[in-house]
């Protein structure tokens, strides 16, 4: 699938490294950077996540799709992310 230039890739299961303390109102995906540490995979958002704060599209590789109606998102918590064309993260 294409999503602006970077071609969307299967989906993947990463443990998440921070949170989302509240209930998303509405259906969204959010930007997130997943990387490969120590044998195992995380995700993380960004530290200004904000869709109005364009810097927070850099350093960004994934997309976490957030359903209406779900949430919150505790550290530690397996979820489903969307890599963007980044082959430095599948190792």
Do not use: A, C
Not at 24 to 29: D, I, K, L, V
Not at 77 to 89: A, D, F, G
């Amino acid at each position: 699938m294409w999503f602006g230039d970077y071609i969307l890739s299967e989906k993947y299961s990463f443990k998440l490294e921070s949170e989302i303390s509240k209930v998303s109102s509405q259906n969204r995906f959010v930007r997130v950077n997943t990387y490969y540490k120590d044998g195992k995979y995380y995700t993380k958002f960004p530290d200004k996540h904000s869709s109005g704060v364009l810097s927070s599209l850099s350093g960004t590789n994934s997309l976490f799709y957030i359903p209406s109606g779900t949430g919150p998102y505790k550290e530690g918590q397996k979820i489903t992310v969307q890599l963007l064309n980044y082959s430095e993260v599948l190792k």
